[in-house]
């Protein structure tokens, strides 16, 4: 059963930085591509990044660019999102999702209903 669970989570001040990561089990990343979003209190779920399976293609909001850096260590099955600078407007839970690379493209890398597996999500405050 294909299952992703986001860690890293947490309270950090603005400008501040966390890691978050989306460890995959029972599949393997490789064909997969993983995209992360969030979802504010009251707004919808927004693309955050996408990074494609083989070839390490990334992709990022325009709001974001710059900011944050998503990656993939293949051997640990594991997605990054290294979120540097952030603002309070960052709040939001984080999901990560899986979706076969066959599908995603760069017309809707960010696009939440182009994934079909999710992970529970981790919440991030961005608060003094």
């Known amino acids: 059963q294909l299952q992703l669970v986001e860690s890293g989570g947490g309270l950090v001040q603005p400008g501040g930085s966390l890691r978050l990561s989306c460890a995959a089990s029972g599949f393997t990343l490789d064909y997969y591509a993983i995209g992360w979003f969030r979802q504010a209190p009251g707004k919808e779920r927004e693309g955050v990044a996408c990074i494609s399976d083989s070839d390490g293609t990334t992709y990022y909001a325009d709001s974001m660019e710059g900011r944050f850096t998503v990656s993939r260590d293949a051997a640990k099955n594991t997605v990054y999102l290294q979120m540097d600078s952030l603002k309070p407007a960052d709040t939001a839970v984080y999901y990560c999702?899986?979706?076969?690379?066959?599908?995603?493209?760069?017309?809707?890398?960010?696009?939440?209903?182009?994934?079909?597996?999710w992970g529970q999500g981790t919440q991030v405050t961005v608060s003094s």
């Open positions: 999702a899986a979706e076969h690379q066959k599908y995603i493209g760069a017309y809707n890398a960010l696009q939440s209903a182009a994934f079909h597996s």
